[in-house]
């Protein structure tokens, strides 16, 4: 009884600023009086319009899910590539002196390149389409992912290795049963910046053209001048990327029990 | 026939012969280890005792493979030692378990790697969870357990893997006094019931009088041993006791003698 009384006080204790926000909103708006920013009733009222219809019963009426798959679909196609393609690498860089020499120098002169630069190029690689979306979510969330894993290998203890030489553990099967459980909480980490970046870069993706998303919405509204529809996007991506980060915090919770300070 | 004298007989298991060892730290060299020589016989408890810097631990570290000598050679049953094997396992002061594993997970890694089938694994790694009196805490993971449990664990782990020497750096050294002496008798069990060899680097003179068949005087630069001698004391040992005291007292002299020394000629 406690516990769940603790829960909830939890829980209303995480809402408090939210709801100032919106009646902070509510006042700068009634106050100043602006036709530009629309009130928190009128954004709530397109969000539902947006998810069931009925209110404008225009272009964008129930088409919510529509949106919200396909940017789900070039969010997660981008990040998961980059995890594909990330940790491995960062385990590679980490572990092999040689792909180290090789590889790390030209990762960190790209690196420093904002992303949102690449945006001209992936539309000459790609043409105008989801492929464009999808490369510019790799790459954001590609560098933190590579970056972390790298680090957790390279900070692996030294005494760990001799531990299991001694005990009979060698060659592939040290990679395997020290090198990875090892560096597992940098890579988490590397895995929940990279998610984060993806969720931010999915607008910027969104912008190259492509008709539907959830990026491609707040830039019609921007068009339109429909600032109601830009507010309701932006919610939408954010809770999607606040639920999908509660998710990846407990399997970092789950896989990471053994170690404490890792969990979140 | 003392227990020691039981002991002296046996052949060598370890021969270590003009060892010497130099590192070169930022293009400096330094002298760590210098015409070393130690015989160690099968089944004896030996205390490797001295200052810091003094090169005991390296020389434990050439012992378990971890590092080669620079000169002269190290010989398990008169083959050269080339690199870390089961037959010889470390425990360190820092217990090194690996946090991903619980303990029974960490006790069966050695037997894993060998290919120990699941249901012969888990009764081997219930048999020396249980030796080291942690059934109760199979399941749990290192960061749960207290330092001295940890250190039970790190033992357990290189005797369920059949070691036959067992290398310890300090080992109780990061524990407080009362798990300490608890953690001195419990190991004392274990050698005496499984007849391992074993090594063990102390910096405290009543530890290695309380433990050992015979204790290794070692001084630092470069690193030499200066004293082997056996400690003639029958077990079991009582700390309190007067002869105890005396012997403790010699081997202090002994250690601190040549301390001394080496400040005057530092002076």
Redesign the interface.
């Known amino acids: 009884m406690i516990w769940a009384s603790s829960r909830l006080v939890d829980a209303a204790k995480t809402l408090v600023v939210p709801v100032l926000f919106v009646l902070a909103w509510q006042a700068a708006v009634k106050l100043s009086g602006t036709r530009l920013i629309p009130a928190p009733r009128e954004v709530g009222l397109m969000l539902w319009d947006l998810t069931f219809g009925g209110v404008y019963d225009d272009a964008f009426s129930k088409t919510i899910q529509v949106h919200f798959w396909a940017s789900v679909t070039r969010v997660y196609s981008g990040f998961f590539l980059a995890a594909a393609v990330g940790v491995p690498l960062g385990l590679l860089i980490g572990r092999v002196k040689l792909i180290r020499e090789l590889v790390d120098p030209t990762l960190q002169l790209l690196r420093p390149v904002p992303v949102t630069a690449w945006l001209p190029l992936s539309m000459i690689f790609f043409g105008l389409g989801p492929n464009a979306a999808i490369f510019l979510v790799f790459l954001g969330a590609f560098y933190p992912i590579v970056l972390n894993t790298t680090f957790g290998v390279r900070s692996v203890?030294a005494?760990?290795f001799?531990?299991?030489?001694?005990?009979?553990?060698r060659g592939s099967?040290l990679f395997r049963q020290?090198v990875l459980?090892?560096s597992?909480p940098s890579i988490f980490n590397g895995l929940r910046l990279g998610h984060g970046f993806s969720w931010i870069l999915i607008v910027v993706g969104e912008m190259t053209g492509v008709p539907e998303g959830l990026g491609a919405i707040i830039m019609d509204g921007r068009m339109l001048s429909r600032a109601d529809l830009v507010i309701a996007g932006m919610i939408v991506i954010g809770l999607a990327g606040f639920v999908t980060d509660r998710v990846i915090v407990a399997i970092n919770n789950r896989l990471l029990?053994?170690?404490?300070q890792h969990r979140v | 026939m003392s227990e020691s004298d039981v002991h002296r007989s046996a052949k060598p298991i370890l021969a270590i012969k003009d060892v010497g060892k130099r590192f070169s730290i930022g293009g400096q060299t330094v002298e760590a280890l210098r015409e070393v020589n130690l015989t160690i016989g099968k089944g004896e408890f030996v205390c490797l005792i001295g200052a810091s810097g003094c090169g005991k631990s390296t020389l434990l570290r050439i012992i378990a493979g971890f590092e080669t000598a620079s000169s002269g050679s190290a010989e398990m049953y008169g083959a050269p030692i080339a690199g870390p094997g089961p037959e010889r396992g470390m425990v360190f002061q820092d217990f090194a378990l690996f946090p991903w594993l619980s303990v029974k997970q960490n006790i069966g890694f050695g037997p894993r790697q060998n290919g120990m089938p699941g249901e012969k694994l888990d009764a081997l790694a219930a048999r020396y969870t249980d030796m080291v009196g942690l059934t109760k805490f199979a399941d749990y993971y290192p960061s749960q357990l207290s330092g001295g449990m940890k250190q039970r664990v790190a033992i357990a782990r290189v005797l369920a893997n059949d070691c036959e020497v067992l290398l310890m750096d300090e080992p109780f050294g990061a524990l407080d006094a009362l798990t300490r002496e608890k953690l001195q008798q419990e190991l004392l069990e274990i050698w005496e019931r499984t007849k391992v060899t074993v090594i063990f680097v102390t910096h405290s003179v009543e530890e290695a009088v309380l433990l050992s068949d015979r204790v290794v005087v070692m001084t630092a630069g470069p690193g030499r041993i200066e004293y082997d001698g056996r400690v003639p004391l029958a077990r079991p040992r009582d700390v309190s006791a007067i002869d105890f005291n005396q012997v403790r007292r010699d081997m202090s002299q002994r250690l601190s003698s040549h301390v001394t020394r080496n400040m005057a000629a530092a002076a």
């Not at chain 1, 001799?162 to 553990?169: K, V």
């Not at chain 1, 029990?257 to 404490?260: D, K, N, T, V």
């Open positions: 203890d005494k760990l001799e531990a299991a030489t001694m005990l009979g553990c099967s020290v459980p090892a597992l029990a053994w170690s404490p």
